[in-house]
């Protein structure tokens, strides 16, 4: 709610917002929420995806280079 400090010769108007932007801020906060729950599933989903990976990687490490080479 705003108030417009009165002045001589001026009207007072109090323009209040809170019921025609109501339906705005729920959807905004709606689509937060949303956009939140989707980056937090990719995430999940790329954390499980490189867990599994690094165990189908060989564990054996050959200590002689030149075995390696």
Do not use: C
Request: proline content about 6%; aromatic content about 8%; hydrophobic content about 45%.
């Amino acid at each position: 709610m705003w108030g417009i400090v009165p002045q001589s010769g001026l009207t007072t108007t109090i323009l209040d917002f809170t019921n025609d932007l109501s339906p705005l801020i729920v959807g905004f906060i709606g689509l937060t929420w949303l956009s939140a729950a989707m980056i937090a599933v990719r995430a999940i989903k790329h954390y499980l995806s490189q867990k599994s990976k690094s165990a189908e990687e060989p564990t054996a490490i050959p200590t002689n280079h030149r075995d390696a080479a």
